[in-house]
């Protein structure tokens, strides 16, 4: 927790209203995370910035494939996920201290499974603490998107003090084979609508409450 701390500024150095957080795109599916926060602050707000799993899978692909990391073409990739990374998963599930690179490389279906991760972390944090996002609308009205952050956290902005612009746009895109689409596209129909049926079912409780 020291070291933690360490990289945040001093409380004293803050202004009054300011809320500092950091970010990591592997949060969200570590199954140790929401405990972890948890102990640190029960308190704590999270924002799950959501992006269409089928997209997110092939950007992370070609993350990887980048930095040397992934040596398959991207549909063996995809078809082998689990065969490589299973066992590894088991392992964080029963040893919080294992640490996977094998799984944090190539988990690119399965980080795209988002009922699941927000469901645990709601057996840890009300709902009211949670913030969801889709980022296809933070894409089309990043201002919007943006002021919904602020009112969840309670600080006051000035419009355009930050710069929304769009920052290291892949190209991969124009590359991807069509049937590699259509792969993920049919994959994550199923949690797809498992999503969809927790947000619909945590909104039809928010309104009866």
Known sequence: EGWYRSNFPLHSSTQPGCAIGEA???????PHTPRRILEFSPA??????????????????????A??????????????????????WQRMLEDENYYSRIHRSY???????????????????????ILILDSQEMF???QHVLETV????????????????AKNRGEYQRRVDPAVRDYLDNYFEVPNQQLQDLLQDESSASRAA
């Open 107 to 129: 988990s690119y279906k399965q980080r795209g499974c988002y009922a699941e991760q927000i469901a645990r972390h709601l057996d840890y944090f009300d709902r009211s603490q």
């Open 24 to 30: 990591s795109p592997y949060y969200l599916i570590h």
């Open 150 to 165: 602020w009112t969840f956290l309670e600080v006051h902005a000035e419009p355009g003090c930050i710069d929304i612009g």
């Open 44 to 65: 704590m707000k999270i924002i799950m910035l959501l992006r269409d799993p089928s997209e997110r899978a092939i950007s992370h692909y070609h993350h990887e494939r």
């Open 67 to 88: 930095r040397g990391r992934e040596p398959l073409p991207i549909g063996e990739a995809l078809r082998r996920e689990e065969e490589r990374t299973a066992i590894h």
């Open 140 to 142: 089309r009205e990043p």
